[in-house]
């Protein structure tokens, strides 16, 4: 098998398990805070188990400031999943999914806000398309808000998910697995006040499911990733990561019964058109496969590059 085919297959099979996290997230019966709480405790094990088979501690690349930044993408990514995983429950997996990948958009702006990048005439024109597409998919009507809730949260996500990747661009010569080891483990702490452990420990089948999120979701998925962005250019890493949202969709509408509108669905491609474009104008070297150096690890991917959940 070539690499680059190689490279396809481990990216779109990662592209798939994210479509699934949803069923994952809502089978566990457990709260958003519960939830990501255990995909931080089994994704540590499963990312740290599989970095010390490999030796990538030996040599690892951390300087004080890489890891602080590690840990304040990760506060960024645990919470950008609470909010994620609060949309689920206040609209539907497919909604959510949709809105979640307004990501590119927000960290054009924070781009221009923090960093005063210049944002051009077509990448304005885009974000207004996207913009157009998110009132569509939202199906919000005059005088009704019942899913603004779910709008919300999915849009908080996505902003959080902006500022943990612009925190982690800015982190090189890092295996990636290690920075994600970093910010699951980053989330322990964090999520440790919010957690109801008494209701957790009557989840029964439950924990299978969570076991689930965080082998499967976090250290299987995030390996399949990291060793597809190595062999594939960015224009295929940015087209194959919009098998997540498709994904998602189709197993909500299989698994329980949702579906977007006709005047949703008609934003849909609007959003997707929109993202793909300002991703594939941008070029940043954190969506570029990592370069692989005789002697130095490789950069740490960003989580731009597919926006995986």
Same mark, same amino acid.
């Given at each position: 098998?070539?690499?680059?085919?190689?490279?396809?297959?481990?990216?779109?099979?990662?592209?798939?398990?994210?479509?699934?996290?949803?069923?994952?997230?809502?089978?566990?019966?457990?709260?958003?805070?519960?939830?990501? !709480?255990?995909?931080?405790?089994?994704?540590?094990?499963?990312? &740290?188990?599989?970095?010390?088979?490999?030796?990538?501690?030996?040599?690892?690349?951390?300087?004080?400031?890489?890891?602080?930044?590690?840990?304040? &993408?990760?506060? !960024?990514?645990?919470?950008?999943?609470?909010?994620?995983?609060?949309?689920?429950?206040?609209?539907?997996?497919?909604?959510?999914?949709v +809105?979640?990948?307004?990501?590119?958009?927000?960290?054009?702006?924070?781009?221009?806000?923090?960093?005063?990048?210049?944002?051009?005439? *077509?990448?304005? &024109?885009?974000?207004?398309?996207?913009?157009? *597409?998110?009132?569509?998919?939202?199906?919000?009507?005059? *005088?009704?808000?019942?899913s603004l809730k779910g709008l919300g949260f999915a849009l908080a996500a996505a902003v959080l998910y902006a500022l943990a990747t612009f925190v982690t661009k800015r982190i090189t010569g890092v295996r990636p697995?290690?920075?994600?080891?970093?910010? +699951?483990?980053?989330?322990?702490?964090?999520?440790?006040?919010?957690?109801?452990? *008494?209701a957790a420990a009557g989840l029964g089948s439950g924990w299978a499911w969570l076991v689930g999120l965080g082998i499967v979701h976090t250290g299987l998925?995030? +390996?399949?990733?990291?060793a597809a962005y190595a062999k594939l250019p960015t224009a295929k890493i940015a087209v194959l990561a919009f098998t997540y949202p498709a994904v998602a969709m189709g197993v909500d509408w299989a698994v329980y019964g949702h579906h977007i509108g006709l005047v949703q669905a008609l934003g849909v491609p609007l959003i997707v058109l929109a993202s793909l474009k300002v991703t594939l104008a941008a070029r940043t070297p954190a969506a570029a496969p990592a370069p692989r150096t005789a002697g130095h690890a490789p950069e740490a991917a960003s989580p731009a590059a597919t926006r995986a959940a």
């Open positions: 098998m070539r690499n680059e085919t190689r490279g396809t297959v481990e990216l779109t099979l990662a592209m798939v398990l994210s479509g699934t996290l949803g069923v994952f997230v809502v089978e566990s019966g457990a709260s958003p805070f519960e939830v990501v !709480f255990f995909r931080c405790l089994f994704g540590a094990l499963a990312l &740290g188990a599989y970095s010390l088979v490999r030796g990538f501690f030996t040599g690892h690349g951390f300087t004080a400031r890489k890891l602080g930044l590690a840990a304040l &993408g990760g506060a !960024f990514i645990v919470f950008n999943w609470v909010f994620l995983f609060e949309a689920y429950e206040a609209t539907s997996i497919s909604l959510a999914t +809105v979640y990948h307004t990501q590119p958009f927000f960290l054009v702006l924070l781009g221009a806000v923090l960093t005063r990048e210049r944002i051009s005439a *077509g990448k304005l &024109g885009w974000l207004a398309l996207a913009f157009v *597409g998110l009132v569509l998919v939202s199906g919000v009507r005059p *005088g009704e808000t019942a697995h290690l920075v994600a080891l970093v910010q +699951v483990l980053v989330g322990l702490p964090l999520l440790l006040p919010f957690a109801d452990f *008494g998925m995030y +390996v399949l990733m990291y």
